[in-house]
């Protein structure tokens, strides 16, 4: 608006040097007020007067512009931390089962380059929205000094605009396309990398190689369609617009006889408006190239919600007596993986779970850490159902160690600590469960000590070490169930035997329980759990199952374990 009436008062400070403009004539139409407001004031409408209007309009001008781009990007920057915190809250809500069976090549692209092209994309809505009122504005403008040149302009602006719907149409389609092709791509560079050392082994990297050379192409095909659309779009506007403007201006100086110093303001509210046009346009088209990462994000969003794992309100900050497995059940896929499982585990048990690969093993602590829920029967702690219990609070009692250590890139102190701070509190408890762990003569050994860098996965640690700061970190928290995945199966025999006598300390302290195929890792447990094909076939102490087993006997001699 500032802009439209710093234009106008061109009007009359053109009409003073314009000799074809007759004496007393008004060549701006309805915004001659602009004028008449400012001699009623008691200005005289001279050259001096004229141009600190002016001056003072543009002035104005910028000040809101400067105004309006430090809102802006204020606005954008909220945006996007807003719609990444909203899915990184979506994905920690993400039940087990659902995480199993996402995407995660697409979870990646989508809290990723996702993300990012949506603000862009918004960013580019906003600019068309704030583009489209511009045009408005100066239309208007020109609607008002010269009503016949501004609608003549327009309806040559609505028939070159046909050219432009076919151009938006195409680029939202292949915009779909891209982000479809992107996410395909995330999940094959997360498998190439997961798979490598196999595909290096064997020779069929190369085959991998094509694989993903195929997709690159893809997407820079779609990129290069969408390119290719903006350059017809950028090359094709001025041209026309140009062309409407030029066969507007002769029929108006020709047939209608205008003023020609009220057409050429006229027009430059049009070329103003054209400006404002081309870079709606051009932000529209940039907004439908980005426009399928929006609907990629917002069917993610939905998935998010689709998965998000329900939990009760019953607090549970530990438990006391027992943990109580009842007749339970559990299938996936239509498979049945558990089948009428009863076990109570008490508090401070050592517990050992043993058995062939897919006797169910895994499934049953998963089931025991709330990960899965089961398809039939109950799990109860102290008494309490787990359907009913908040699970977030539960796991914070639960301490859980793979066969393959989670190692964060970062220092020992926080990844063991998971980034708490570091009080004389929190450093004392550091030193207790690393020395519980057999993992602080290491960490007292170390130029850095508790500050040194471990890298990526713990590649600067042995598999030793890495187990044992998993084990430390467990310990940190204070759980009162500490479950061993087959933690000590990659192990040598020299650091296995380490863990085991660092769960042999920790034997009585807290509930431990073991998955393990070597039986010599659990010989001194509590009791031992033999499960078959998702049964529990037998539950004793080591030394009753060699004598009561036929099968427990024949694993053990398999594995040349003494008795």
Not at 211 to 234: A, C, P, R
Not at 392 to 399: E, H, S, T
Request: aromatic share 10%; with cysteine; net charge neutral.
């Amino acid at each position: 608006m500032l802009d439209g009436f710093g234009l106008s008062m061109f009007l009359p400070l053109l009409q003073m040097t314009d000799s074809s403009v007759p004496g007393g004539a008004q060549p701006m139409g309805h915004l001659g007020f602009l004028v008449n407001f400012l001699q009623k004031a008691g200005f005289v409408m001279n050259m001096q007067v004229i141009l600190a209007v002016i001056v003072s309009f543009f002035t104005l001008k910028g000040i809101f512009y400067y105004f309006k781009g430090k809102y802006q990007v204020k606005m954008q920057q909220f945006f996007i931390r807003e719609i990444r915190l909203k899915h990184i809250a979506g994905l920690s809500e993400m039940s087990y089962v659902y995480f199993v069976k996402a995407d995660i090549g697409k979870i990646q692209n989508s809290l990723t380059g996702e993300v990012d092209k949506v603000s862009k994309a918004c960013q580019a809505y906003f600019q068309a929205f704030q583009q489209g009122v511009l045009v408005l504005i100066y239309v208007g403008f020109a609607f008002a000094v010269d009503w016949q040149f501004a609608v003549m302009v327009s309806i040559g602006g609505f028939f070159s605009d046909l050219v432009y719907r076919k151009i938006y149409k195409n680029t939202k389609g292949i915009s779909r396309e891209l982000s479809v092709d992107n996410g395909r791509f995330q999940g094959m560079i997360q498998e190439f990398l997961n798979s490598f050392k196999y595909l290096k082994a064997t020779g069929g990297i190369e085959g991998y190689q094509k694989k993903l050379t195929d997709q690159v192409e893809s997407i820079e095909k779609n990129n290069s369609k969408i390119g290719v659309l903006s350059v017809l779009l950028s090359a094709c506007r001025e041209p026309l617009s140009i062309v409407v403007v030029a066969v507007v201006i002769l029929i108006q100086t020709a047939i209608f006889h205008t003023y020609l110093t009220a057409i050429l303001i006229s027009l430059l509210f049009f070329y103003r408006a054209l400006g404002a046009m081309m870079q709606f346009q051009g932000s529209w088209n940039s907004f439908l190239a980005l426009s399928g990462s929006l609907e990629h994000l917002e069917v993610f969003g939905g998935e998010l919600k689709t998965g998000r794992e329900q939990s009760g309100t019953k607090v549970i900050t530990g438990f006391q007596r027992e943990i109580k497995c009842t007749d339970i059940d559990f299938e996936y896929d239509g498979r049945e993986i558990i089948r009428g499982v009863s076990l109570c585990i008490s508090k401070n048990e050592t517990l050992a779970l043993v058995g062939e690969s897919g006797s169910g093993k895994s499934t049953l602590v998963n089931l025991i850490c709330g990960l899965l829920k089961p398809s039939g029967g109950k799990i109860e702690i102290d008494g309490v159902d787990f359907l009913d219990a908040d699970l977030g609070g539960l796991r914070k009692c639960v301490g859980y160690i793979t066969q393959e250590p989670v190692i964060f890139n970062d220092t020992i102190f926080n990844n063991v600590t998971l980034w708490a701070e570091k009080s004389d509190e929190n450093r004392a408890r550091f030193r207790e469960a690393c020395a519980k762990a057999a993992l602080w003569d290491m960490v007292s050994s170390l130029p850095e000590t508790i500050d040194t860098e471990l890298g990526m996965s713990g590649v600067n640690l042995s598999g030793g070490q890495r187990q044992r700061i998993s084990i430390a970190r467990e310990l940190y928290k204070k759980v009162d169930l500490l479950i061993l995945d087959e933690a000590t199966s990659a192990l040598d025999s020299g650091t296995e035997q380490v863990i085991r006598e660092s769960m042999q300390l920790l034997k009585g302290e807290l509930t431990l329980i073991v998955i393990a195929h070597r039986l010599a890792t659990v010989k001194q447990a509590d009791r031992i759990v033999l499960l078959e094909k998702g049964r529990i076939r037998q539950a004793n102490s080591f030394s009753e199952l060699m004598r009561s087993s036929a099968a427990f006997r024949d694993m053990a001699e398999l594995q040349q374990v003494a008795v």
